[in-house]
């Protein structure tokens, strides 16, 4: 029986009693065996100490000016407890004292409990309960920590406000008793806000400690799929795959933005960043996190390197103001091989290992070219295709023509040049007709063998280039003529068959 149900017997007992007094004569005294009753000036009964029908214990009863009890005072089955009743003689404050310690009710006027104070071994407790008796609040102070519970009508928790270990919080849940949102305050001074979907899984959270604020966004497995804080240095986004591990970064500092992307084994893959006083860039890295490739604008335009996997650049491409550039390098970072597209057109440059250009390769408005290059840069080889011709050029490690090869005008021609760079021998087929000249060492023409249509021959000049001797087949028919210094005929004569 709890004590709200002793004091309402109390009630039903202390009625009785009151209807079997019998009033003594004003100014006598009354001491009854089972029951003492204070009288006032006015011979009416003001209290009333009996023994209790039930747990045979005392009771003392205090009445007001009508007779009606307003506060009762009993001992039940060894539990002390105090009534305070309304002027309709209905309990509203109980104060009791069990084996689990003291607790203190308060009633409405429909007879409902609608608070109660404890004090149990952990520590005191206060229930606030609706007009159905239902529990709706509870308020506890414990050894570890105390906290407030707010239920709703159907006794579900929905709300629970604590200090456990110095650290306050808040905890609000749904009507299945699934948290959430959770608010909590640190003992370091961090304070947090979790939000929770209708499972009871962390899907969003908000925290701010000494350091910096940050966002943790979950997924529907209460994996964590992005994180945003703000550190000393500038806000971090931070954004995580469906097995936790990072996919993505990105960051802002006092240096610059960044932008991180990782492989599905956590390994980052590439990298865009853009410094505060420096170029723009992108890094892409192989599946070992190496850097394989990078592309940066500059001052100077933008560059895109490609790296080797022992982290050697062996390419570059550039685009200058002059126009586009691609650089090839060896595993020593020497650069092998150059192309270039100008104003004035494409160009190909090829070095040895020494760094020495030993092969050109360009396109200008005339034309291809190529030219070929010894170890100490001396060109020795050209070749070239122009609008009216085109032609190879051998030249000696001095960087003297030697031989050239060419067409000009539909006209192919071999020119032999000695160590001074004089011509000495060309060799030409012109509308048909091959023809052999040699020239002496001033350059001037000495012989010339030609071949044609209607015959052939073979013309020896003197220095001064007057034709001496003529040796010609026209027709079938050789002849041979001899000229002085001055060109004229000094002897000729037909060779008959």
């Given amino acids: 029986m709890t004590i709200e149900e002793r004091l309402q017997v109390l009630e039903r007992e202390l009625a009785d009693a009151r209807a079997g007094l019998t009033r003594p004569a004003a100014g006598e005294r009354e001491v ?10 006015k011979g009416r009964a003001r209290a009333l100490l009996s023994m209790s029908k039930v747990g045979d214990g005392p009771q003392l009863a205090l009445l007001d000016e009508n007779g009606n009890p307003r506060a009762m005072l009993a001992v039940l089955q060894e539990v002390p407890a105090l009534a305070l009743l309304d002027e309709d003689g209905k309990t509203r404050a109980s104060l009791a004292v069990d084996k689990d310690g003291p607790k203190v009710g308060l009633v409405d006027e429909n007879g409902k409990t609608r608070a109660m104070l404890r004090v149990l071994e952990d520590g005191p407790g206060l229930e606030l309960l609706d007009e159905d008796g239902k529990s709706r609040a509870t308020l506890g102070v414990g050894k570890d920590g ?34 959430r949102a959770a608010l909590s305050v640190w003992k370091d001074g961090a304070a947090s806000l979790s939000l929770f ?104 335009g933008p560059k895109v390197g490609l790296v080797d996997e022992n982290g050697k650049t062996r390419a570059i491409l550039r685009v200058l103001e002059d126009g586009p550039g691609l650089t090839l390098l060896d595993e020593n970072g020497k650069a092998g091989a150059f192309l270039v597209v100008l104003k004035g057109g494409p160009g190909l440059e090829l070095l040895d290992e020494d760094g020495k250009t030993r092969a050109t390769l360009g396109v200008v408005q005339d034309g291809p070219g190529l030219t070929l290059l010894d170890e100490n840069g001396q060109t020795r080889a050209s070749l070239g295709v122009g ?75 003197d220095q001064d280039g007057n034709p001496r001797a003529m040796l010609v087949v026209v027709e079938d028919v050789p002849g041979l003529a001899l000229f002085d210094q001055n060109g004229r005929l000094i002897w000729g004569s037909p060779v008959k068959r």
């Fill in 387 to 461: 609008k009216d011709g085109h032609g190879l050029t051998l030249l000696d490690e001095n960087g003297e023509t030697r031989a050239m090869l060419g067409v000009l005008e539909d006209v192919p021609g071999l020119g032999l040049h000695d160590e001074d760079g004089n011509l000495r021998a060309w060799l030409g087929v012109g509308k048909d007709e091959p023809g052999l000249a040699l020239h002496d060492e001033d350059g001037n023409p000495r012989a010339w063998l030609r071949v044609g249509k209607d015959g052939h021959g073979l013309t020896l000049r």
């Fill in 146 to 179: 105390h906290g407030l519970e707010l239920l709703d009508e159907d006794g579900q928790t929905r709300a629970m406000l604590g200090v456990l270990e110095d650290a306050p919080g808040l905890t609000l849940l749904d009507e299945n008793g699934n948290p």
């Fill in 32 to 41: 009854q065996a089972k029951a003492f009753v204070l009288l006032d000036d």
């Fill in 197 to 300: 979907d209708e499972n009871g899984k962390p899907r969003a959270g908000l925290a701010v400690n000494k350091d910096a604020p940050g966002v943790v966004l979950s997924d529907e497995n209460g994996k964590l799929r992005a994180a945003l804080s703000v550190l000393k240095d500038g806000p971090v986004l931070s954004l995580y795959g469906e097995d936790g591990k990072p996919r993505g970064g990105l960051s802002v500092s006092k240096d610059g933005t960044g932008l991180k992307l990782f492989d599905e084994n956590g390994k980052g893959r590439a990298m865009l960043a853009l410094d505060k006083d420096g170029p723009a860039s992108l890094s892409l890295s192989d599946e070992n996190g190496k850097l394989r490739a990078a592309l940066a604008v500059d001052k100077d």
